[in-house]
């Protein structure tokens, strides 16, 4: 079984920076995307980027230029470097993994880590 452990989320003030990290553990693990999701209250859990196997990276459009996005493929690790942060990225920030089986793919997720960001 993978896990996906979350750190770095917390509190921060508008214009501040925050950096997300998630490590995904199992011995023999081979992942191609992996990303981060959020979901604020009352709202259902969006993409914020993701960087696939392959190396292509997308942003939903109202990170671009502030987030990024990068990978340790040796650690099995994603990181989400956060900066001129806004309160309308105040959400539960989740790492998404899409672990290859054989042929099969599944996805894996961490539980969660709260970004709050303080107008």
């Known amino acids: 079984q993978v896990q996906l452990v979350e750190s770095g989320g917390g509190l921060a003030q508008a214009g501040g920076s925050l950096r997300l990290s998630c490590v995904a553990s199992g011995s023999g693990v081979s992942i191609d995307s992996m990303g981060w999701y959020r979901q604020a209250p009352g709202k259902q859990r969006d993409l914020v980027a993701v960087?696939?196997?392959?190396?292509?990276?997308n942003y939903v459009d109202s990170v671009k230029g502030r987030f990024t996005i990068s990978r340790d493929n040796a650690k099995n690790a994603v990181y989400l470097q956060m900066n001129s942060l806004k309160p309308e990225d105040t959400a539960v920030y989740y790492c998404n993994a899409v672990i290859v089986v054989g042929r099969a793919k599944y996805n894996a997720w961490g539980q969660g880590t709260q970004v709050a960001v303080a107008s």
């Open positions: 960087k696939t196997g392959g190396g292509i990276i």
